[in-house]
């Protein structure tokens, strides 16, 4: 009898997610009594718990796309492994700067301003989330599940609006934390995504059907009126 590969757990990775990043904002910053961090912790947790509970009821089979982590494409690969130190050091870099040592000393309507953007890019995603039911974590043409090209909601607007939403939350996350130095491996992230898309884009012109004539269509990959 041949075992069957299980499927990626979503509640596993919630889980887990959410330790380390506990752990990554308030080791640092070495007391739980930072308000920015419990304020970060609760808004992430109650998106996340949003979006597992609409996805288990309207579409199951987007929520176990999303729970997949392994790339077959060796350039996404790549990106993944060059940004993932990056992307540790946006999560530890606020407790030392923002709490431990001060170093950026930002007034609280600066955390207040990204707070706010940070709930405007989990909206962006979650219209996205809905428009898009291959909205996969890694880049494939999902043949077994009909992929075809989506025209409707944020993507009139650009072709990847999921980036746009990921870089808004990005930056966001470091300005409601209230360390400018975190913003630094968050600009290194946000390359590695611009890369990602440029590459990502072309393959869809390559492979999924419909989708030059949508790009000519619409223009822009992320920024409306700029790229």
């Known amino acids: 009898m041949v075992k069957q590969k299980s499927e990626p757990n979503p509640y596993a990775r919630f889980i887990f997610m959410y330790i380390f990043m506990a752990l990554a904002l308030f080791l640092p910053a070495g007391t739980i009594f930072w308000l920015q961090g ?29 729970a997949k982590t392994k790339t077959t ?34 007034p ?12 405007f890019a989990v909206t962006i995603f979650s219209l996205v989330l ?3 039911r291959y909205l996969s ?28 939403a990921v870089i808004f939350l990005y930056i966001s996350h470091c300005i409601a934390l209230g360390s400018l130095y975190s913003l630094i491996p968050c600009a290194c992230i946000i390359i590695m995504i611009i ?21 000519q269509k619409t223009r822009y990959k992320i920024i409306p009126g700029i790229w």
């Open 73 to 106: 494409e060796s350039w996404d690969k790549k990106l993944g492994f060059i940004g993932t130190p990056f992307f540790i050091l946006m999560y530890i870099l606020p407790g030392f700067d923002a709490v431990r040592f001060r170093w950026s000393k930002l």
């Open 38 to 66: 419990w304020i970060y912790i609760i808004l992430m947790i109650s998106f996340s718990t949003s979006l597992i509970t609409y996805l288990t009821k309207k579409d199951p089979e987007l929520l176990k796309a999303r």
């Open 108 to 119: 609280l309507y600066i955390s207040i301003i990204g707070f706010i953007g940070m709930i």
């Open 130 to 132: 809905r428009e898009n």
């Open 137 to 164: 974590r890694v880049v494939e043409i999902q043949e077994q599940r009909g992929h075809r090209v989506i025209t409707t909601g944020p993507y009139r607007i650009v072709r990847h609006p999921m980036y746009l």
């Open 195 to 215: 890369l990602r898309t440029i590459r990502e884009d072309k393959m869809l012109h390559e492979q999924l059907e419909g989708y030059k004539e949508y790009a």
